[in-house]
């Protein structure tokens, strides 16, 4: 395999090659948007945002985030599409991810069907109404909204404190009803893990909440799924990130179809961004040994800063 | 906290996973091989390429309506238009969840889990009203 006897050097090093690779192909697409003219090939735009969905696929895996959450902050800031194309392709990109990484993570244990079920009902009935209300509301206002809520994500990306094995004393009523429970090997200590929940009701009425946020804003909630889940419900670490990719599918299959009603899903804008997150996604895997997580953390960090920042200026006319 | 008798997951939990990742492979094809075919030329498009840059960027209302592009199930009816061809792959994707609940629904009935059973026939129905288009106004 040819990228394993790539050389790569120290994390600083790292880092800027992909800061090279993403930040100036987003500039450049900015700058090309305003400068392009009428006769500018077709196929340049989704080629770039091949590429550009390629990088992001790859740095999405070692900083921990879902490439759904990059997607719509950066395409939307640096492309030349509508908002509501790219709000379409960004739910496409999140559903494919996580349909792909589902039956792994539910056979091996890591995702959990019976504390999925109870969790996306909730939270796929209500992206129904937030992708309803956000096709509704004004590019600005979307605009503005988008950019406090990816201001948001970096703020919890900067202060969240996860815990790898909440302690959960005694489940709650509903969840000793509803059997929210479960176990997976662990590989790294090669033990079993039996794990419980609670505070199921606050858990339920959360993901109410983020549903909306991921219909609205065609943007994956794996920030906000992997924080409720194991700091509010109790579950280990591993199973909120596993489970969060399942709670995503079923959402953003209820969320999608009403863009795809509206018409505002572009094969041209979401099939290139589905196949180069996937595609980079699956390099990223494969590197995630080689790079340093911290570093291109804090990469994505400063990126989804200045996305945000953007995002929100353009909302409210600051930066046109 | 080792627990040797635990050594797979539920038969729900799996035949669900088999079935999500068998939808899944096929949505991908078809999406994959209709794109194709699209930006090939190879099958026509509904929507010119070349003319895909100056309606990109505009709202989604106002693409439909310079576009003629057909709005809730209407663009079944073009499906011999390689971008709309495209679409069905979308939406295998979209109701690969919905086969997979479905398939539970015995199952846990087997297993006299009650909660399950509805929980699953809720959580189906929540997309299938979704895919319908009532709820979306593109029916």
Known sequence: MRINRLHVGAPAVRAALLAISLLPAAACAQAAAAAAPAGTAWWLWPLGLFAACFVMGIIAVPAGIGGGTLFV???????????DFVRGAGLLVA????????PTLLRSGLGSLRLTLPLALLASASSIGGAVIG????????????GCVVLTIVALMVISRRSEFPVVERPDALSQALGLHGFFVDGASGRTVHWQVHRTVPGLLTFLAIGVLAGMFGIGAGWANVPALNLLLGAPLKVAAGTSGVVLSLVDSSASWVYLHRGAVLPMIAVPSVLGMMLGARLGARLLDRLDGRVIRRLVIGVLLFAGLRSLLKGTGLWA | MANPEHTSQSQPQLRYA??????????????????????SGLVPAHVPLERLPQLWSRSVGDYVAATGTPTGWAWLQLLHRSDMLGLAGIAILSVSSVVGL?????????LRDRSFVVLCLLQAMVVLLAASGLLSGGH
């Open chain 1, 135 to 146: 096709l509704a509301m004004s590019p600005a206002l979307v605009q503005t909204l988008l």
């Open chain 1, 73 to 83: 902050p950066i395409v939307g800031s640096f492309f030349p599409f509508h908002l």
């Open chain 2, 18 to 39: 088999l079935l999500v990742e068998w939808g899944t492979r096929i949505g991908l094809v078809v999406l994959a091989l209709s794109f194709i075919a699209y930006a």
């Open chain 2, 102 to 110: 479905l398939a539970l629904v015995p199952m846990y009935a087997a």
């Open chain 1, 95 to 102: 559903l494919a991810s996580a349909l792909s990484a589902g």
